[in-house]
């Protein structure tokens, strides 16, 4: 199983961020999954093994605060879908995770960049955020592991190029 899992994309004003940020995301994230998918493609065709990608529900719900991450993610879920069309020739599943907000430090760093371009707390920010969201809490990382181990599992075999979303019901949209 390989699980590709980095954020720390930056938040905040599109107009005060450096192209170089754009850049950071796009290499941290974006072009390690894919530099991380093709080394270890042949020992996961070898074993039918699996591709677990936690990627964020800013692919599928972009907003003004969070272009850098946002665009990246919507990459990266486009290259996951693609992989997975090899990964039926090869014998190799490919999935995506898109968590929502997750009590992580990252969280704690993004409320605190949203404060900053917004001119408040990181204590409203996260206020705001779960208000404007509407979900009942900030998930645990522990939700996303179960659904992570679950998805590498024989059982789970047939859920080929999938994106699956846990954010407590906050994405709107059928898909």
Same mark, same amino acid.
């Given at each position: 199983?390989?699980?590709?899992?980095?954020?720390?994309?930056?938040?905040?004003?599109?107009?005060?961020?450096?192209?170089?940020?754009? *850049?950071?995301?796009?290499?941290?994230?974006?072009?390690?999954?894919? &530099?991380?998918?093709? @080394? %270890?493609?042949?020992?996961? +065709? $070898?074993?039918?093994?699996?591709?677990?990608?936690?990627?964020?529900?800013?692919?599928?719900?972009?907003?003004?605060?969070?272009?850098?991450?946002?665009?990246?993610?919507?990459?990266?879920?486009?290259?996951?879908?693609g992989l997975a069309?090899?990964?039926?020739?090869?014998?190799?599943? *490919?999935?995506?995770?898109?968590?929502?907000?997750?009590?992580?430090? &990252?969280?704690?760093? @993004? %409320?605190?960049?949203?404060? +900053? $371009?917004?001119?408040?707390?990181?204590?409203?920010?996260?206020?705001?955020?779960?208000?404007?969201?509407?979900?009942?809490?900030?998930?645990?990382p522990e939700d996303?592991?179960?659904?992570?181990?679950?998805?590498?599992?024989?059982?789970?075999?047939?859920?080929?190029?999938?994106?699956?979303?846990?954010?407590?019901?906050?994405?709107?949209?059928?898909?």
């Amino acid at each position: 199983m390989l699980v590709n899992n980095a954020g720390a994309t930056r938040g905040g004003n599109f107009f005060e961020l450096p192209d170089e940020a754009f *850049v950071d995301g796009f290499a941290l994230k974006y072009f390690a999954a894919v &530099r991380l998918s093709r @080394l %270890f493609w042949p020992l996961l +065709k $070898a074993t039918h093994g699996s591709i677990i990608n936690i990627i964020g529900a800013a692919a599928r719900t972009p907003g003004p605060d969070f272009l850098i991450g946002g665009s990246v993610n919507a990459a990266f879920a486009n290259f996951a879908k693609g992989l997975a069309t090899i990964g039926n020739r090869d014998d190799v599943n *490919v999935n995506v995770i898109h968590p929502g907000m997750v009590e992580t430090d &990252r969280v704690v760093t @993004l %409320f605190q960049q949203f404060a +900053k $371009a917004n001119n408040t707390t990181p204590e409203e920010a996260r206020k705001s955020n779960l208000a404007k969201s509407g979900a009942r809490r900030i998930a645990q990382p522990e939700d996303i592991a179960e659904l992570t181990l679950f998805l590498a599992r024989p059982q789970a075999r047939h859920i080929q190029g999938a994106a699956i979303m846990i954010d407590g019901g906050t994405t709107t949209g059928l898909y």
